[in-house]
């Protein structure tokens, strides 16, 4: 079946350092791609998608790029924040006969940002 | 008002205890999930349905049961509550999109923390 699978974490980095998450995915279909994150004691917010090879998803900084040859999704971001640590979450949807499936999700990564 | 509401935040319960999770959700949507979160194990899907006449099993709905009373709300029962079963639940909403194959993102409630002890 399909699945996704993410760096292990935890991960801890020093403001302003770059950021990369490793996920990549196996697919039967054609999917569509996502990052999410979890801050303390809250649900998941989409943090950004892609539904297509080449694809680049971004938002408040971080990217993701739908790399169908190496079927990866990495996210990235140039400066890390105290506030962004959280959990991040890669997650993938397939394309099934109603339509998409529900959402795969990999194991999840903590990121902890030091001042 | 949350647009995806998750009652209660908290339980405690008993071994061999029936339990209700309930999610009602304002987003209009007719896709709503259960997914269950454990450390280092990530969002596991429970059930799922499409609409209000559909109901589906996920990765994990063994010893749970759904019930998706409206179009705005769909419960999820611990039929007889085991302690494995402590975890944080989640549901989610999820809406149409213009392309059939295109996939908005899924609006999550802030979650229920169960304890089976």
């Known amino acids: 079946g399909d699945s996704v699978t993410q760096m292990e974490g935890p991960v801890t980095l020093s403001e302003e350092a770059f950021l990369t998450i490793n996920c990549t995915y196996t697919?039967?279909?054609?999917?569509?791609l996502f990052w999410y994150v979890q801050y303390p004691g809250e649900g998941l917010q989409l943090l950004l998608k892609a539904t297509k090879a080449d694809d680049k998803g971004s938002n408040k900084g971080f990217e993701a790029t739908y790399r169908k040859e190496t079927t990866s999704f990495h996210l990235e971001k140039g400066s890390v924040q105290v506030s962004d640590s959280a959990v991040y979450f890669c997650?993938?949807?397939?394309?099934?006969?109603?339509?998409?499936?529900?959402?795969?999700f990999g194991k999840g990564t903590r990121l902890s940002v030091i001042a | 008002d949350a647009d995806v509401t998750q009652t209660p935040r908290n339980r405690i319960t008993k071994t061999g205890k029936r339990i209700m999770l309930e999610c009602s959700q304002t987003?209009?949507?007719?896709?709503m999930y259960w997914y269950r979160q454990d450390p280092g194990l990530g969002l596991r899907l429970i059930y799922y349905?499409?609409?209000?006449?559909?109901?589906n099993k996920g990765e994990i709905s063994d010893g749970y049961s759904v019930s998706r009373q409206a179009q705005a709300k769909f419960s999820l029962s611990l039929e007889s509550a085991i302690p494995n079963q402590t975890a944080l639940y989640f549901c989610?909403?999820?809406?149409?999109?213009?392309?059939?194959?295109?996939?908005?993102?899924?609006?999550f409630g802030s979650g229920t923390r169960l304890t089976v002890v």
């Open positions: 997650a993938l949807s397939a394309r099934g006969n109603s339509g998409n499936t529900p959402l795969v």
């Open positions: 989610a909403t999820s809406g149409p999109t213009a392309d059939r194959w295109g996939v908005d993102g899924y609006t």
């Open positions: 697919a039967t279909g054609y999917p569509s």
């Open positions: 349905s499409f609409d209000v006449k559909d109901i």
């Open positions: 987003k209009g949507h007719d896709r």
